[in-house]
């Protein structure tokens, strides 16, 4: 708020030091005057009982030749103008101020500070002050200032304090070049009296902010400073008065003023409870000081300041705690200030304030501990002085201003975690959320944000819930201003984290749209809080996959993907990977342009980014026209490379989607090949990552379907022993896919020697005996293979095969039938063979299979 001085100061009688003065009977003055005449002018002066006759012939012996008639002229003329307004009224009528200015040139020095002294008190009335200036007395009162001895100084320093009091007189003060004098007056006088009444009339001056660069350049502000530190009160109010007058008006003479030393005699002034002007005077200057100015917030600090203003706050009078609010809401703005408020016990006062019946301090108080809530160690301050409960409570006042800056408050208090559910304890969830729709101003922008902060807390989601801030949420999100409808945004990507009953609601109130809209035409903030909270929303919830595509929602998440920011990309990527989760959405992902920033995303410098992204195109590769387009994208390379140089997630991920691309696509299978996929995806058969493991796996398999090249490139990574290790160690798919890679290796002569040098074959056996059924019919197929020539029949007997091959002729498996007679055929052709098959009940087996086996078994 802008603070201005006050209006000028009364006038001055010039009666300083003088007892009352009884009336005067105008006969005796004019006896009095008789006797100091000489004897040529000797003769009566009679009104004939007439007072302004009287009064006239006082007034003609100003002009009189005689230097001790026109002291007592002046004298007497002065006694009756203090005794009486009457008379004070026809002297004016019989042309004393002309006469009276005409001596202040040509009488002697006594006779000139006599008539300064009594313009002084003819001054104080205004119309006094207006002939005055008509007959051009203040040129030579300001002349006096410098010319006269003490006492015209003094006494024309106070009419020049009372001709200031107006306007134009002012004007004309400066003019003439009365403030040079003034300011050296108020430096060089030892008089205390006319050190008043010079401050008296620079702060009438000052009035006039035209003559504030000649108060400066006459060196006013060290003068005015140097009063602030007398022992005459008076004087300490007129130099308050006017530094607050000369800081009200410029913004760079306030640093000027507080570089010239002016802020320590200030703050000590603070302490006066006696002068309770001059305290009055430093607290509007220190309020305009700290208005724009934040290297003069420090300052003030720096000084001493605070502890005074948090006083004066305490037991100051009303407008003096209201201006003392009002500067400490603006020092708050300073974060070293903030901290300094709390240590110097600003806190407990200013939360008391909020209370206040009266407006202005419930706003202020209210707006300066939304200031200090900035600070973390304030936060937990605030709340141990019991500030939530007065702040939760103003929450429903009528002011705008209480509104916002009580939500405001709450808004910084809410991120400290133990206030986040203080704040639920004290009962404000239900105001906060009422504020969402009826609060004015900033009020719900505040509610919002404070809201979005509670929601982090578990505890606190179903209350916000139950008071209906879902709903008032997203009204918010669709007809708040923008900070409002980010917040709201925030809020509900809270509520939804791991709450399915919130998500329902959210669907439930038609948030979706809403929250696209906002990712469409919101800002950056806005774009991340409305995609995390799409992100949850699609999580593990079918329903709302499809009502995020029903809103429209995937072309801007891909465009977010694509140019959003990095938390936004983060949300972004993982909400379309849920969304991919959904085959109907697969499609239209695809459609909307997501493979390139997908592929793009993978080398992110997010790491959830990059998860997200491998697991968005490993769903995406099932599809076979996804397999073409990620690969012509050049999604190939980056997948490789996420697999070597990513987190597990991503490496896992990555492995997934190059199964994917190799599945029924031998042109991929080569590429992966020539990108050097093989070393990483052999490195993940070691992984402790059963997902790793089993996309690896299965990644491999894909590529070596039908390939001889594929395969031979696979055993040359060296895979195979790893192969062999994961029959035994793996998890049941892991499993099932190695022995499946086995078998499409063992199809090729020349690998089968490295199988059986890794110790393949009794792996084989062991996962046919007691893997599932998949595993069996898999290591049955490599089995077969193995057992075509001669040189591995007899080391599959030594592992002991045949009983599990026997085995699996009895099973439901055509497949693991079919690869179970083959290979049993292949070992019959030697008589260990076929004594093995007997013993193992092989030939009931084979017989059965006659009439009860599936397909070409028989």
């Known amino acids: 708020t802008c603070s201005r001085a006050p209006g000028r100061r009364p006038a001055s009688r010039g009666l300083a030091g003088e007892h009352c003065i009884a009336p005067v009977p105008l006969a005796s003055a004019?006896?009095?005057?008789?006797?100091?005449?000489?004897?040529?002018?000797?003769?009566?002066?009679?009104?004939?009982?007439?007072?302004?006759?009287?009064?006239?012939?006082?007034?003609?012996?100003?002009?009189?030749?005689?230097?001790?008639?026109?002291?007592?002229?002046?004298?007497?003329?002065?006694?009756?103008?203090?005794?009486?307004?009457?008379?004070?009224?026809?002297?004016v009528q019989a042309?004393?101020?002309?006469?009276?200015?005409?001596?202040?040139?040509?009488?002697?020095e006594v006779a000139r500070a006599k008539s300064a002294r009594m313009l002084w008190t003819l001054s104080s009335e205004e119309?006094?002050?207006?002939?005055?200036?008509?007959?051009?007395?203040?040129?030579?009162?300001?002349?006096?200032?410098?010319?006269?001895?003490?006492?015209?100084?003094?006494?024309?320093?106070?009419?020049?304090?009372?001709?200031?009091?107006?306007?134009?007189?002012r004007a004309t003060l400066a003019a003439v070049g009365g403030i040079p004098p003034l300011v050296s007056l108020l430096l060089s006088s030892t008089c205390e009296v006319t050190r008043v009444n010079s401050?008296?009339?620079?702060?009438?001056?000052?009035?006039?902010?035209?003559?504030?660069?000649?108060?400066?350049?006459?060196?006013?502000?060290?003068?005015?400073?140097?009063?602030?530190?007398?022992?005459?009160?008076?004087?300490?109010?007129?130099?308050?008065?006017?530094?607050?007058?000369?800081?009200?008006?410029?913004?760079?003479?306030?640093?000027?003023?507080?570089?010239?030393?002016?802020?320590?005699?200030?703050?000590?002034?603070?302490?006066?409870?006696?002068?309770?002007?001059?305290?009055?005077?430093?607290?509007?200057?220190?309020l305009s000081m700290t208005e724009g100015d934040f290297h003069l917030l420090r300052m003030i600090t720096q000084t001493g300041g605070l502890r005074p203003l948090i006083d004066v706050l305490s037991s100051g009078s009303?407008?003096?705690?209201?201006?003392?609010?009002?500067?400490?809401?603006?020092?708050?703005?300073?974060?070293?200030?903030?901290?300094?408020?709390?240590?110097?016990?600003?806190?407990?006062?200013?939360?008391?304030?909020?209370?206040?019946?009266?407006?202005?301090?419930?706003?202020?108080?209210?707006?300066?501990?939304?200031?200090?809530?900035?600070?973390?160690?304030?936060?937990i301050g605030i709340t141990e002085v019991g500030g939530i409960p007065p702040l939760v409570a103003a929450l429903s006042s009528e002011s705008r201003k209480v509104q916002e800056n009580a939500s405001a408050a709450l808004l910084h208090l809410a991120d400290n975690q133990r206030n986040q559910l203080t704040i639920r304890e004290e009962g404000g969830i239900e105001p906060l959320v009422a504020i969402l729709t009826t609060g004015k101003g900033e009020a719900p922008e505040n509610a919002a944000g404070a809201l979005m902060s509670c929601a982090l807390q578990k505890d606190n989601q179903k209350p916000i819930a139950d008071a209906g801030g879902i709903t008032s949420l997203i009204k918010l999100l669709v007809a708040g201003t923008w900070e409002a409808r980010t917040n709201a945004a925030?809020?509900?990507?809270?509520?939804?984290?791991?709450?399915?009953?919130?998500?329902?609601?959210?669907?439930?109130?038609?948030?979706?749209?809403?929250?696209?809209?906002?990712?469409?035409?919101?800002?950056?903030?806005?774009?991340?809080?409305?995609?995390?909270?799409?992100?949850?929303?699609?999580?593990?919830?079918?329903?709302?996959?499809?009502?995020?595509?029903?809103?429209?929602?995937?072309?801007?998440?891909?465009?977010?993907?694509?140019?959003?920011?990095?938390?936004?990309?983060?949300?972004?990527?993982?909400?379309?990977?849920?969304?991919?989760?959904?085959?109907?959405?697969?499609?239209?992902?695809?459609?909307?342009?997501?493979?390139?920033?997908?592929?793009?995303?993978?080398?992110?410098?997010?790491?959830?980014?990059?998860?997200?992204?491998?697991?968005?195109?490993?769903?995406?590769?099932?599809e076979v026209p996804n397999r073409v387009d990620i690969a012509k994208a050049g999604g190939i390379t980056p997948l490789v490379q996420a697999c070597v140089s990513g987190s597990m997630l991503v490496k896992a991920k990555g492995a997934g989607a190059l199964r994917g691309l190799a599945l029924d696509n031998a042109q991929n299978a080569i590429s992966i090949v020539k990108e050097k996929g093989i070393p990483p995806l052999s490195k993940l058969l070691q992984s402790d990552s059963v997902e790793a493991q089993t996309h690896s796996a299965a990644a491999l398999l894909n590529m070596s379907q039908g390939h001889a090249k594929t395969c031979e490139a696979i055993a040359?990574?060296?895979?195979?022993?790893?192969?062999?290790?994961?029959?035994?160690?793996?998890?049941?798919?892991?499993?099932?896919?190695?022995?499946?890679?086995?078998?499409?290796?063992?199809?090729?002569?020349?690998?089968?020697?490295?199988?059986?040098?890794?110790?393949?074959?009794?792996?084989?056996?062991?996962?046919?005996?007691?893997?599932?059924?998949?595993?069996?019919?898999?290591?049955?197929?490599?089995?077969?293979?193995?057992?075509?020539?001669?040189?591995?029949?007899?080391?599959?007997?030594?592992?002991?095969?045949?009983?599990?091959?026997?085995?699996?002729?009895s099973t439901e498996s055509p497949e693991g039938q079919m690869n179970a007679v083959s290979a049993v055929l292949n070992i019959s052709h030697t008589p260990q063979g076929r004594a093995a098959i007997r013993d193992a009940d092989g030939i009931k087996a084979v017989v059965s299979l006659l009439t009860n086996g599936h397909g070409d078994t028989p």
Not at 32 to 57: V, Y
Request: proline fraction near 4%; charge should be negative.
């Open 30 to 91: 004019l006896a009095g005057l008789l006797m100091t005449r000489g004897p040529a002018e000797a003769r009566p002066l009679s009104g004939g009982g007439n007072d302004l006759s009287g009064i006239k012939q006082l007034v003609g012996a100003l002009s009189a030749a005689n230097p001790t008639a026109q002291e007592a002229a002046v004298v007497a003329l002065r006694k009756l103008a203090v005794a009486s307004a009457k008379d004070e009224e026809m002297i």
């Open 95 to 108: 042309g004393g101020i002309a006469e009276l200015v005409k001596l202040l040139s040509t009488g002697n």
């Open 127 to 169: 119309r006094h002050r207006s002939a005055i200036g008509e007959v051009r007395g203040i040129v030579p009162l300001v002349t006096l200032l410098s010319e006269g001895n003490s006492k015209c100084r003094a006494s024309a320093a106070g009419a020049l304090r009372n001709m200031a009091s107006d306007l134009a007189l």
């Open 199 to 286: 401050s008296g009339a620079l702060w009438n001056i000052t009035n006039s902010p035209d003559n504030h660069p000649a108060i400066v350049e006459s060196g006013g502000i060290p003068a005015l400073i140097n009063s602030l530190s007398s022992i005459n009160g008076e004087e300490q109010v007129n130099a308050s008065g006017a530094l607050w007058a000369l800081v009200a008006e410029s913004v760079e003479r306030r640093t000027i003023i507080a570089e010239a030393g002016a802020l320590r005699p200030m703050v000590a002034l603070l302490t006066n409870f006696v002068h309770l002007e001059a305290q009055a005077h430093v607290l509007g200057a220190l």
């Open 318 to 379: 009303m407008e003096a705690q209201a201006t003392a609010l009002m500067i400490l809401l603006n020092l708050a703005a300073d974060a070293e200030n903030k901290v300094d408020i709390a240590r110097e016990g600003g806190i407990p006062p200013l939360v008391a304030k909020v209370s206040s019946e009266t407006l202005n301090m419930k706003v202020d108080a209210a707006g300066t501990l939304a200031s200090l809530a900035l600070n973390s160690d304030n936060q």
């Open 490 to 622: 925030g809020a509900l990507l809270n509520l939804t984290k791991d709450n399915p009953t919130n998500k329902i609601l959210v669907a439930e109130y038609e948030g979706m749209r809403p929250l696209v809209v906002l990712i469409e035409e919101g800002g950056q903030l806005a774009q991340e809080k409305a995609s995390g909270a799409l992100r949850n929303l699609a999580l593990d919830d079918e329903h709302n996959k499809a009502l995020i595509a029903d809103a429209d929602g995937i072309p801007p998440l891909v465009g977010l993907l694509a140019a959003g920011s990095i938390a936004a990309q983060e949300n972004a990527a993982g909400a379309l990977q849920s969304l991919a989760g959904r085959f109907e959405n697969i499609s239209a992902i695809v459609k909307s342009g997501a493979i390139a920033p997908l592929i793009a995303a993978l080398q992110s410098e997010n790491l959830l980014t990059q998860e997200y992204a491998a697991g968005t195109l490993c769903i995406l590769s099932t």
């Open 716 to 809: 040359q990574g060296g895979c195979v022993p790893l192969l062999v290790a994961l029959l035994s160690k793996g998890e049941v798919e892991a499993q099932e896919h190695a022995a499946a890679v086995l078998w499409n290796l063992s199809a090729i002569s020349k690998l089968q020697s490295t199988i059986s040098s890794a110790k393949g074959i009794p792996a084989l056996v062991k996962l046919l005996a007691g893997g599932s059924v998949l595993a069996k019919v898999n290591s049955a197929g490599a089995l077969n293979n193995m057992s075509r020539g001669g040189k591995f029949r007899s080391a599959i007997m030594t592992a002991g095969g045949i009983p599990p091959l026997v085995a699996l002729l």
